[in-house]
């Protein structure tokens, strides 16, 4: 079912802007609508930006944590950014499957994010503050694959399905394992 409407993000502001997935070619037929794989291509492009802010903000947390877990901290947040970076490829290239471009700049993931991003070097937290962010960046991820998984399904994507359906299960195990260190 085409559907061909134009996706809308909030920024970390607050500030909607309209998303518009630049289409790789149009001679394209792998039985998927084009304006649904249009829709899932958008819902991939957030799914991403999500991802690789979590990731980043991960990979920040393994190099700047410090205090008394900082020996298992280290390692744990080196295992997750580690997973998360292969996983970063497998969406990219979904998207491109589907016959759109790929988002792969740092203007693009700040603007589709739903997940704030680190003030830097600067505003570093304890490491409470950065399992707690974590915690929270694991759940906005999965808060946005389930949404495009829901588009994905209805489309007949098994693919998209099968792809979100992994980085769910990874994602809930990691805000679990991290919520567990706060209680
Ligand atoms: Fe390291």
Not at 26 to 39: L, M, N, Q, V
Not at 78 to 101: C, K, P, S, V
Not at 116 to 134: C, F, N, T, Y
Not at 158 to 165: A, R
Request: a negative charge; aromatic letters at 8%; hydrophobic letters at 40%.
């Amino acid at each position: 079912m085409a559907k061909n409407k134009t996706a809308k993000s909030k920024t970390p502001s607050g500030k909607t802007q309209a998303l518009n997935p630049v289409a790789s070619t149009s001679r394209i037929d792998i039985g998927i609508d084009a304006g649904d794989r249009r829709e899932i291509a958008e819902g991939l492009s957030r799914f991403l930006a999500d991802a690789y802010t979590l990731y980043l903000k991960t990979h920040n947390f393994h190099w700047n944590v410090t205090g008394p877990m900082f020996n298992s901290l280290h390692a744990m947040f080196m295992d997750q950014y580690t997973e998360q970076w292969n996983a970063l490829d497998e969406i990219a290239e979904r998207i491109r499957a589907l016959g759109f471009n790929a988002p792969g700049s740092y203007g693009e993931f700040v603007r589709l994010t739903s997940i704030r991003e680190e003030s830097g070097a600067d505003g570093v937290p304890d490491w409470k503050g950065m399992v707690q962010q974590l915690v929270s960046g694991n759940e906005a991820v999965c808060r946005t694959a389930r949404a495009v998984l829901k588009t994905a399904d209805e489309a007949g994507d098994d693919p998209s399905v099968d792809l979100l359906t992994q980085r769910l299960q990874t994602h809930e195990k990691y805000a679990w394992m991290l919520r567990s260190l706060l209680e």
